[in-house]
């Protein structure tokens, strides 16, 4: 019914049919079925993405190879993968109301016409009533995506009063901050877990939570909503035996595992911390944390949802100090 107005825009064609592909899934199959389409979409992203925007100005005057145009990662698994997040963001409602304002929009020109992305994104922000553009800029007009590397941890208050901290951290540096939604599920020692939802609209945002139960879990983005990104959940425990302890790198666990374990160490004191990921072979794969941490106790989760089965190796420099241990995915 909409056509895009310039090659610049051609994710309005291609990734709304690849969303519709989903879409029609969850018509005829249900919800998990459409799910399951989005995070295939969101796997070939991930690994195959060649990091540029979806959305290049120069590409309305200048017409790019049709290898780039058309890049399946982009084009179409990114464009895809976008809508859905934009349905996560906005809720059912909302967002349905917002596609049916857009494709059915003659008095702005758009049904059995064309739109370019600037359209969309004011539509967007008209049908749902809120400023929608921050949306459109990171995630149609930056590249790439987030890589979190979230903190969390729980402190007793006392009198029965716990306090969940989380912060909220992105360190990617081939794209912008992207503000999100974001979920956390906190479980409990006792009783049902708690679901929170926040909107993550600064780096390094601390959230707090009072509760009445001592908090044993927490996980971030539980239903996997935000499908683009990367992220690991580092757990930091205060210890006053610390200050006496020697470095620490733990055994992974679960092991084997698929696609999710994590990884511990223990920081006698504040270090430079490296911990890589690296396949048999010696190719390093990933690097999960690079940065200056203070003394204590962290975990790492490492997902490896895009590797294939196999042995891998993770070693952990801080320091001086550097201790290397195997891992098994098995799928």
């Known amino acids: 019914m909409i056509t ?19 879409l029609w899934l969850e018509s005829t199959s249900g919800y998990n079925a459409y799910k399951n389409d989005i995070l295939g979409d969101a796997s070939g992203y991930l690994s195959s993405n060649p990091g540029w925007a979806m959305y290049n ?4 005057t200048n017409t790019p190879p049709t290898s780039q145009l058309f890049n399946t990662a982009i084009t179409y698994y990114k464009g895809a993968c976008v809508l859905h997040m934009l349905r996560y963001t ?6 349905f109301n917002v596609l049916n304002s857009y494709a059915t929009d003659s008095l702005g020109g758009f049904k059995y016409n064309s739109a370019v992305t600037d359209d969309f994104a004011a ?25 979190y590397q979230n903190y ?17 951290r992105q360190i990617q540096t081939n794209s912008a901050f992207h503000r999100m939604p974001i979920v956390l599920k ?46 690991s959940l580092i757990l930091g425990i ?12 733990y055994q992974n666990y679960p092991n084997p595992f698929n696609p999710v374990t994590k990884i511990s160490y223990l920081l006698p004191k504040e270090s430079n911390v490296e911990l890589k990921i690296f396949d048999i072979q010696g190719k390093e794969v990933t690097t999960l944390i690079n940065e200056k941490q203070e003394s204590g106790r962290y975990e790492v989760d490492f997902n490896a949802a895009n590797l294939p089965s196999g042995v891998y190796i993770y070693k952990l420099t801080a320091g001086n100090f550097q201790s290397i241990k195997k891992l098994t995915l098995l799928k």
Not at 152 to 168: H, I, S
Not at 199 to 226: E, G, H, K, W, Y
């Open 4 to 22: 895009c107005g310039t090659w610049a825009d051609i994710w309005l064609n291609e990734g709304f049919a690849t969303y519709c592909e989903a």
């Open 57 to 60: 100005p120069d590409w309305i």
């Open 90 to 95: 906005l809720g059912d409602s909302v967002f």
């Open 123 to 147: 539509k967007v922000s008209q049908a749902s009533e809120q400023d929608m553009t921050w949306f459109i800029n990171q995630w149609v007009k930056e590249p790439n995506h987030p890589v």
């Open 152 to 168: 969390y941890n729980f402190a007793d208050l006392g009198a029965g009063q716990w306090r969940v901290n989380f912060t909220a």
């Open 186 to 231: 906190v479980g409990f020692t006792s009783g049902s877990d708690t679901l929170i939802r926040v909107d993550n609209n600064a780096n390094n945002q601390l959230f707090s939570f009072t509760f009445n139960r001592q908090p044993s879990s927490l996980v971030f983005d539980p239903n996997n909503d935000i499908v683009l990104k990367q992220a």
């Open 238 to 249: 205060e210890d006053e035996n610390i200050s006496t302890a020697e470095y620490q790198l």
